[in-house]
């Protein structure tokens, strides 16, 4: 069985300039996830979708990121501009059903901003 | 309000000796509990879970952890180490009757001794 599929792997880009992140969720998987994970510490969540239901965002900075999940699949998460303060590793997660008590972790984006 | 303590930033042993990892949580509510690890350039894989069943939790490669109410506690243990298990662990907790959010620690980083 395949897992969670992330890309890019590794991103740098200058500061004020857009970035886009994709996740393909494990098949069948309706809850996806995105966590941002900072340097020596442990994974946040931003947003939470059930399907294409975006239901937990209340830690998505919406001034500056956005994230879509068209059709229920695969999803984007897109930061415009970006920040020196967005370096992080961008997680992407998914589970069957509601339950969020086994969730499956793709490899991550490392993001570097310069 | 949920959270987790990992009271070691970074846990040295040798090869074959035994593996203490400590993790402290605070929950308002009857809270589930994990233990994530993470290799590097590697997705976060789950460990075991605590879900109000047993309280002492088997988990995959001869992990285990055991909860304890009294104590706030889930630390997690393995009888002997071995070179394979050099990686990050994170604490997790959620709310069983909240918000099914996840909270994870900071991680504690397990060095294996040859």
């Known amino acids: 069985e395949a897992g969670v599929v992330q890309s890019p792997r590794y991103k740098i880009i200058e500061k004020k300039q857009p970035v886009a992140f994709w996740c393909n969720p494990i098949?069948?998987?309706?809850?996806l996830y995105w966590y941002r994970q900072n340097l020596g510490q442990g994974p946040e969540l931003l947003i939470r979708?059930?399907?294409?239901?975006?239901?937990?965002d209340s830690q998505l900075p919406k001034d500056r990121f956005s994230a879509e999940r068209l059709k229920g699949v695969d999803s984007t998460l897109k930061i415009q501009p970006a920040e020196l303060g967005d370096s992080a590793v961008y997680l992407c997660?998914?589970?069957?059903?509601?339950?969020?008590?086994?969730?499956?972790f793709g490899p991550g984006t490392r993001l570097t901003v310069t | 309000a949920q959270s987790v303590t990992q009271l070691d930033s970074h846990v040295s042993v040798s090869e074959g000796t035994p593996v203490l990892l400590r993790c402290n949580y605070s929950?308002?509510?009857?809270?589930?509990l994990f233990w994530y690890v993470q290799h590097p350039n590697k997705g976060l894989q789950l460990l075991l879970k605590?879900?109000?069943?047993?309280?002492l939790v088997k988990g995959i490669n001869g992990f285990e952890a055991e909860f304890k109410k009294s104590e706030t506690s889930f630390h997690l243990t393995k009888p002997s180490a071995h070179m394979s298990d050099a990686a990050e662990y994170f604490c997790?907790?959620?709310?069983?009757?909240?918000?099914?959010?996840?909270?994870f620690g900071t991680g504690t980083r397990l060095t294996i001794i040859p």
């Open positions: 997660a998914s589970s069957f059903g509601r339950s969020s008590y086994e969730q499956y």
């Open positions: 098949s069948g998987h309706n809850t």
């Open positions: 979708y059930e399907n294409e239901e975006a239901v937990d």
């Open positions: 929950s308002s509510y009857s809270p589930s």
């Open positions: 605590y879900t109000s069943a047993a309280t």
């Open positions: 997790v907790v959620s709310d069983f009757f909240g918000n099914e959010k996840l909270t």
